[in-house]
């Protein structure tokens, strides 16, 4: 911690006046233009900045409070006093003014009185969480490390009101609920990037979880929200990173972070991560290979190109499709079968793999407005031969199983956006604002086949060679997609404390489908949609003062559907509206979110009650809740991450009564995590962490007949810098060996892996 004098006020600190007689030693006027070798490993920017001082001999004043609650990375190498300065205050809010008595910290402009940096809401520069009338989650490097992540989904469990989809032993680990509807996934703020894997930290600076709707910026959307991955983007000094893991059931992983500037003008970074790993259940196995390389080039003192990308490789061995929850959460009256069971036997594989490339022009046209190009391009490509559960005998031990396969299944996606974005002045109005136009084209193919083959027994169970001699379907599917957009959203302050957020967006969608049944003659049959549609949102943000605000919105989506009416007409498309109303106090070191909410979700296909062949547009579903999240630095030592969520689902229209009034399948009523880390003082560079979620029990079926039981989850860690460049992590997950259960991805639940730990090395250089 800064020392302070007497009880003089932070505001008035010179955070070095203390270390004077040190100082004297370490003449900074004479050093400060020459490189010499620093070495400071992660940790408060605080305690960074005094002991770059210590070593250089540099002497740094100012405002004390601006440093308070934020990070500092690790330097090792040989680096000028001012370069070192600077890349400890990169990306924190606060530079320094250098004078004739030394340099003096001061906030950045425009970023007066801001939380968190985010690029979710809007793509404008310097965006910040207390501008944004909607509620959104921010996850850093530390988050990842204190819940053990290597995935997007590793993280977003610990969101209130979000829960995986399914299964965090399958593709699908990064599918989430978010207050009750599917979230989906955007990179830089940008388009969706559509994956059948899980997405990779290596190349992720932080993750920012926008709830409910946001249609205007990303169009056709469920009405979840949207879980923006930021990514890491080159440095202008060199430096480079790499570590190495060993855990339980063979668990290996092994990344590289290398990052620095090619000319002046050039800069670039590469991210590698390998990661092979087996767990619990019979002949389960998961391997990954991950490239993500970027190159940013600044053209001109007004124009930058960057290109980046990345390369996944997913392997699996026996993904679970799902096991009876009679033995496992319900009862059975053979007893439980074995923890270790899979419908799966070895001989099931899954390839999954992946391709994304963006490249983004952006050029300043003044000092206040950019103009971008950005285009995406995602291949994503798949074969499986999956086992598959299909019903549970009378005798209730023998599963009946069936193999879900596909050859060369692919989809390929293109998308341009074209945005102009920036702030201007009217009179006494302020706008900041963004308006363009984008473009998204889709493709994909997908053949099926399913084959009949042998039972298991749940108890005894003898997993024999696949056997594809019955052939039950055979079928190929493919699909077009082509998406013309415009979109404007403004926000506007008015008389400083009150902005007014206005956003819309019209859109031209056309879809096309065709699946041919080689097992009847061939048969084709072909469906198209198109549909216009326009979106809004609205929003206002009250600064109460300088460090508390109000806000209200009002978000809509849509998403177009598949099938026709009785009248051989294309559906309606889904939408969906969400209401928010919430508080945000900054109480000085921490942050503080409460929100209550209300989505509703109107059109949603169901079977037509007067010709069952076919669908109307008249489903109905509704969810509502609050939320309360805290999180910064509790003290200067310790660091609190908590959140807490309440989400009430409702079918209220469907096409089966008796689901009427039930709650929606796999959403908790509650959820809740905290996650904590101090860095002690008694031995130097060593840190204590963890997080602890709990999940409360949800539906696991329709009916609401069966539920998935609640628990609470426990991983803790320790982290020991044992020098400037060495760091050891060792890390305990699911120390209580806590029993978690999810729902399969064809039926059935799946049992999640139980106590794991390993053990972290990191080398910086």
Known sequence: MIPKTGTTSPKALLLLGLLAPLLLTHPGSARAQQPVPIHLPAQPLDRAIIELARQTGLIIGGDASLLQGKQAPALSGEYTPEEALRALLAGSGVTVIHGTNGYKLERLPRQENTLEAVSVYGRLRNDTVEAIPQSVNVYDRENFDLAGADTVGDVVRLTPSANRSGSGRDMFADDFLIRGFNAEQSVNGLGFRQTDHPTDLANVERLEVLKGPASVLYGQMEPGGTINVVTKQPLDYYQAEVSAEYGRYDYHRTTLDVTGPLNDRVRARLNLAHQDSHGSMDHWGYERLFVAPNVTVDLTDTTNLTVEGSYSRNEWTALPGGAPAEGAIEPNPNGDYGDDFNVAGKDGVTDRDSIYLNTRLTRALTDNIDARLSYAYTRNSADWREYAPFGLGADFRTLNRIIFASDDARQTDHEVILDLSGEATTGALKHRFITGINYRESDSTRPTQIYLIDPIDLYQPVYGPMDLSTLARDRGFTQTDRILAGFVQDRITVAEKWHVLAGLRYTDAEQSQKTTDFLDNNSITRAELGETAWTTQFGLVHDLSDNASLYVSRNEAFVPQQGTTSGRQPLDAEESVQYEVGVRVNAGRLNINAAGFIIEKDNMPISDPLNAGFLVAQGR?????????????????????????????????????????????????HTAALQSRYYLNAVTGLSLGGTVAYVDERPANADNSVSLPAYTRLDLGAYYVITDALQLDLLFNNVTDEEIFSPGSFDGVIREEGRTYLARLKYLF
């Open 621 to 669: 579903a509704r969810s509502q809740g609050a939320e309360l999240t805290v999180d910064g630095y509790a003290t200067s030592n310790l660091y609190l991450s908590a959140g807490y969520g309440y989400t009430d689902t409702e079918v209220l229209r469907t096409d089966d009564a008796t689901l009427e009034g039930n709650r929606f399948v796999n959403v908790p009523l």
